[in-house]
């Protein structure tokens, strides 16, 4: 087996292993021990998701950070070790105050992780016609956890207690780190620079904000983000007040999201590298609002489970397509930052609605606030498609040129020539 494919298969192995823990204890785990345990309502459950979004942005832009000083190998192990007592401390949680707190702690170190793994594949190839297939890959590990995760913690759930899916999130989180260790990458450089970490990460933002694809690409992804921001705060209340079932439906539906993840996945591996393009990134982020519509449009669970599956597709064709755009266009010695600018938005994006997802709740009810999530996204992928041709316009789709490199271990980077 080439090194190419070797450290492939243990970044996938260790995407899967990692997202599938982190996927079960936060549908279960977090939104089953708020709104199902300690009784949560809209505003406390938001306060829940605040507290991670919040922590999700400072790790995420920390990461990127991180991942362009030491390189996404040693980023990833040492934030698998550190998330370990990070995700049983939760356990501990047995008020809602409480869970507030150690959301926030598992969200500062569970960022890192999401940052270095969606920086990984431009470490792992140095063929043009690989990083489209390495990105492919990687998320579609996530996509397939996305199917595992959520329906394990259901089970855990219905026959153990939800407080066991946490200590399985510790475990999946040490295995996932000793796959990484035997990764080896082609080394990569850095701009020369004596600037502090905070500087660093803000240079990230301008970096993003001054390339006009990047801009675009990670401005239309904050819609997806806006949406599902709706959804963090009140979907587990709609499961329970107007489906009107148990926590492990949540792990079931998501389970069937999952699903619609490996099949986007793998449809977006078989595309054609002319459809690497902001138009086709823009109507994936509408065929994920309208599949979201679909979602919460009645509470019957046949329909809800469509929805699951179509949101699913939309979005696994849209996480490998955005990934390789930003990838495509980014200068190799910014592309943590970078990433880790795009997750800031990602987690703003889904902390914007938690200051007015309740209060809409409380007026017009859970389901149509949903409703209206999924209209947000469709509306705002609808207005930029006219950017987005003039963008394809100005900048063709291309094949991704990298300099070759030979494949060495990946040590720390020193910020210095």
Do not use: C
């Not at 809602?96 to 990984?120: D, E």
């Not at 970096?207 to 819609?223: C, K, Q």
């Amino acid at each position: 087996m080439s090194p190419y494919r070797a450290n492939l298969t243990r970044v996938v192995a260790a995407r899967f292993l990692s997202r599938a823990g982190s996927e079960a204890a936060f549908f279960i785990g977090m939104w089953g021990k708020a709104a199902f345990e300690l009784q949560a309502s809209a505003t406390e459950l938001a306060f829940v998701m605040f507290a991670l979004s919040v922590s999700l942005i400072v790790g995420s832009a920390a990461g990127g950070v991180l991942v362009d000083r030491f390189g996404p190998r040693n980023v990833l192990i040492y934030s698998h070790v550190a998330f370990v007592p990070a995700a049983l401390a939760i356990v501990l949680a047995d008020s809602i105050p409480r869970l507030v707190a150690l959301a926030g702690v598992w969200g500062l170190v569970a960022a890192p992780i999401l940052t270095a793994g969606a920086s990984f594949a431009p470490f792992l190839t140095t063929r043009d016609d690989q990083l489209k297939r390495a990105n492919a890959l990687i998320e579609g590990a996530g996509s397939a956890a996305f199917i595992a995760g959520p329906a394990l913690g259901a089970i855990i759930a219905r026959y153990a207690s939800i407080d066991l899916v946490f200590y399985v999130d510790a475990a999946a989180s040490v295995v996932a780190a000793i796959i990484i260790w035997g990764v080896s990458l082609a080394p990569h450089e850095r701009s020369a620079t004596s600037e502090r970490p905070l500087a660093e990460l803000t240079r990230g933002l301008r970096i993003t904000y001054a390339l006009p694809s990047v801009r675009f690409y990670v401005l239309v992804g904050t819609a997806v983000w806006l949406g599902f921001g709706v959804f963090g705060a009140l979907e587990p209340l709609f499961f329970r007040d107007v489906v009107g079932t148990g926590v492990e439906m949540i792990g079931w539906m998501n389970s069937l999201v999952g699903l619609g993840f490996v099949a986007g996945a793998l449809a977006f591996d078989r595309f054609p590298g002319t459809s690497v393009s902001a138009r086709a990134l823009t109507i994936s982020v509408a065929a994920i609002g309208m599949g979201s519509v679909v979602y919460v449009l009645t509470p019957r669970v046949p329909v809800i489970a469509l929805g699951a599956v179509a949101i699913g597709t939309a979005a696994g064709v849209f996480a490998p397509l955005q990934r390789t755009l930003i990838h495509r266009d980014t200068p190799r010695e910014f592309l943590g930052r970078v990433i880790g600018a795009s997750e800031v938005h990602h987690r703003g994006g889904e902390l914007l609605p938690l200051a007015f997802a309740p209060i809409l709740a409380a007026t017009f009810g859970v389901q149509p606030t949903l409703i209206a999530g999924g209209l947000v996204m469709v509306v705002i992928a609808v207005a930029a498609l006219r950017a987005a041709a003039r963008l394809d316009r100005a900048l063709p789709p291309r094949p991704v040129t990298l300099e070759p490199a030979s494949v060495t271990t990946d040590e720390p980077i020193s910020p210095n020539p």
